[in-house]
Nanobody
Framework: QVQLVESGGGLVQAGGSLRLSCAAS????????MAWFRQALEKEREFVAR????????YYSDSVKGRFTISRDNAKNTMYLQMNSLTPEDTAVYYC??????????WGQGTQVVVSS
């Protein structure tokens, strides 16, 4: 079992920045890759970024590449998403996941990000 708790969401103006955090507990944190997804109102859930268990490898969707940075601190059992140059299109609920046995098996409850124009 893995428990995930996101934090750091809020309201920000376009062009601003936010840093999301995802605190994990349960299984050994450094053993599994993790990811961020988001879901905007009335839209399908969208992949944002993924990070390997060690943090050495990262992947981004084209929509956030160059603006968002995923990272993790295995000593603190926490993953982060630094979001810069935010636009209203980034408004969504952001979820972190733990990838176990090749699938995003565990999800947090989500944190709301609202970007005003």
């Amino acid at each position: 079992q893995v428990q995930l708790v996101e934090s750091g969401g809020g309201l920000v103006q376009a062009g601003g920045s936010l840093r999301l955090s995802c605190a994990a507990s349960g299984r050994t944190f450094s053993n599994y890759p993790m990811a961020w997804f988001r879901q905007a109102l009335e839209k399908e859930r969208e992949f944002v970024a993924r990070i390997s268990s060690s943090g050495a490898t990262t992947y981004y969707s084209d929509s956030v590449k160059g603006r968002f940075t995923i990272s993790r601190d295995n000593a603190k059992n926490t993953m982060y998403l630094q979001m810069n140059s935010l636009t209203p299109e980034d408004t969504a609920v952001y979820y972190c996941t733990a990838n176990i046995a090749g699938r995003d098996a565990y999800w947090g409850q989500g944190t709301q990000v609202v970007v005003s124009s």
